[in-house]
């Protein structure tokens, strides 16, 4: 197995080298750019995600909302965003959220194209994402397959993702077996995704504000209690940024170019942008035109990285474990809020909300994945399917699952950020064209 795991790493070191991080990057700033900085609508998007709309589609805008949240929001939060610190240095959390915010001109742009070449089908369900853009948009039947397998193997990996992360801290802390974990979780997933779309969604709407909610009070907890550590995590975070960690009193040494590599990469990893997946779930929404829904979805990249990722970056820093490389993941994270009375349980807690939320919403992808190939409804045997997977999650090597989970979103982003580019003209038109009719209401 770990001579597996080490051929994998050596893909992912190419997958996501310079070419596919300036492709990533290039594409944030030209949006960023070309759409007259779209984010600065941030507000306006976060009033219209709680706007109700009966136009056309299969699940509310807020539904869609909260179901991409749902996928985007788990265990690679936490276990991820202390990964990418333990292997990147400090510094890959500066670029985690550098990339952030031009991430969500591309987040915008993917929601704008996936609702503007949605199909709707003969139960009259809304369908759509980046396989139907390069489908109907573009004629590229074959970079439509690329993508929709990809997104079927980043699906079935997200399983092994989250039931691995939730088995290995619950065996750490209560010493429960793998097997007992991932029995649980199968179930509590099972009772929910097998309603549907519908019962994904609805599940979603409490969940998911529940849950981030908690989170955020656990990690500014961990905050104000380090308090006078912050100014030392700050600049610890913006030094090594530039400069990488040096290999002194113990601390692995990281490179700049790595610190970069791990914060841009787990970035995508945690928003999805650049990878397409969460216009999926823009796809189904009940929408006026694309690009309302195009900014809801944006706001998905300031909750997801810019609030969570980021709040729970600086507490895994300003704990201090991380230097010495002797800890990874969830041992990391567990580490880094056993300074407060009872925070193991409560890190416990939301990472099994975590994990939850994105198996529920990740299987809903999985489904429309495999939909794009058989075309029809699919959602029973695939969800069955996905069970299965999951019952494997809690066995197999941590480092081995999220280097796999890094192979099949960058082969996502591939023919994702294609559509993009060569759509990007249509992304501007939609744009103007609503800009102009809300300037002159």
Known sequence: MQAVTEIIVRINAFLWGAPMLALIAGAGLYFTWKLKFIQQHLFRAIKLSVKQSRAAGS????????????AMVGTGNIVGVAAAVSTGGPGALFWMMLSAVFAMSVKYAEAVLSVKYREKTAVGEYVGGPMYVLKNGLNMP???????????????????????????????????????????????????ILGGVKKIAAVCKWLVPFMAVLYILLCLAVILTNLPKLPWAVMCIFKSAFTGTAALGGAVGVTVKEAVRYGVSRGVLSNEAGSGSGAIAAAAAQTPNPVRQGLVSATTVFWDTLVICF???????????????????????????SSLPGGHIFLLLSLTLFAFSTLVGWS????????????????????????????????????????????????MCIPNLLSLWLLRGVVWDETKKYLNAELSR
């Open 142 to 192: 074959k970079w439509a397959v690329v993508f929709a397998a990809a997104t079927a193997l980043m699906g079935f990996g997200d399983a092994l993702i989250q039931t691995n992360s939730l088995a290995a801290i619950y065996g750490s802390v209560f010493h429960i077996p793998a097997g007992w974990t991932t029995g649980v979780l199968v179930l509590l997933t099972a009772a929910v």
């Open 59 to 70: 699940v509310s805008s807020f539904g869609a909302l909260v179901l991409a949240l749902a």
């Open 364 to 411: 809903y992808y999985t489904a429309e994945a495999v939909r794009f190939f058989v075309r029809g409804r699919v959602e029973k045997p695939v969800y069955i399917a996905w069970l299965a997977v999951m019952c494997a999650g809690g066995f197999l090597s941590p480092k081995l699952v999220w280097e796999l989970a890094d192979t099949a979103i960058a082969v």
């Open 311 to 337: 709040l729970s970056g600086v507490a895994v820093v300003i704990a201090g474990d991380w230097q010495g490389g002797a800890l990874f993941g969830a041992e990391l994270a567990q580490h880094a809020f």
